[in-house]
């Protein structure tokens, strides 16, 4: 109850957008390989932003 007005970190958002990313990545994969693609380079950018922040 006391976490309900807590900000999330900015590798906490980060890391939720990686996933959502990936997640992405994975259902497009048997459809459009090329949206594909680019969303797992996407989600790679923002692991590298992940490690900087680590």
């Known amino acids: 109850m006391f ?3 807590k900000k999330k970190s900015k590798k906490d958002q980060l890391y939720k957008h990686y996933k959502k990313l990936l997640k992405e990545s994975h259902q ?3 459809t459009n390989r090329k ?3 680019s969303k797992a380079f996407e989600a790679e950018e923002i692991m590298k932003q992940i490690e ?3």
């Open 3 to 5: 976490g309900l007005f």
């Open 28 to 30: 497009f994969s048997t």
């Open 35 to 37: 949206l594909s693609d």
């Open 52 to 54: 900087k922040i680590s």
